[in-house]
């Protein structure tokens, strides 16, 4: 009888090491997943901010281009217009 419960005792003490390992390796996965997870968001969030300032910055240059030169043929075509001063 002795050694019955010295059999039972040690499986007892070998399958709650066994769940707290499982309790362990469940935990680690699902943090681990969480944090890659969270990551990844991170990541796709940056690159899409930086694809997004990078064509509003491509097309603030090209509407600054085309302003640059309606004003430039805007002045030519006014000084043609304009009277030439006279020299005194």
Same mark, same amino acid.
Do not use: F, R, W, Y
């Given at each position: ?9 040690? @499986?007892l003490i070998a399958s709650?090491? +066994? =769940?707290?390992? &499982?309790?362990? $390796? $469940?935990?680690? @996965?699902?943090? *681990? =997943?969480?944090? *890659? $997870?969270?990551?990844? %968001? $991170?990541?796709?969030? +940056? %690159? &899409? ?9 491509? %097309? ?5 281009? &085309?302003?640059?030169?309606?004003? !430039? !043929? =805007? ?5 043609? @217009?304009? !009277? ?5």
């Amino acid at each position: 009888m002795k050694n019955l419960l010295t059999i039972v005792a040690g @499986l007892l003490i070998a399958s709650c090491a +066994s =769940v707290g390992a &499982v309790i362990d $390796g $469940g935990k680690d @996965l699902t943090t *681990s =997943v969480i944090d *890659s $997870g969270v990551k990844t %968001a $991170g990541n796709v969030s +940056s %690159a &899409v901010l930086n694809d997004v300032s990078a064509v509003t910055a491509t %097309a603030a240059n090209a509407v600054e281009g &085309v302003v640059d030169t309606v004003v !430039e !043929e =805007v002045d030519k075509q006014t000084d043609e @217009l304009q !009277e030439p001063t006279k020299k005194q």
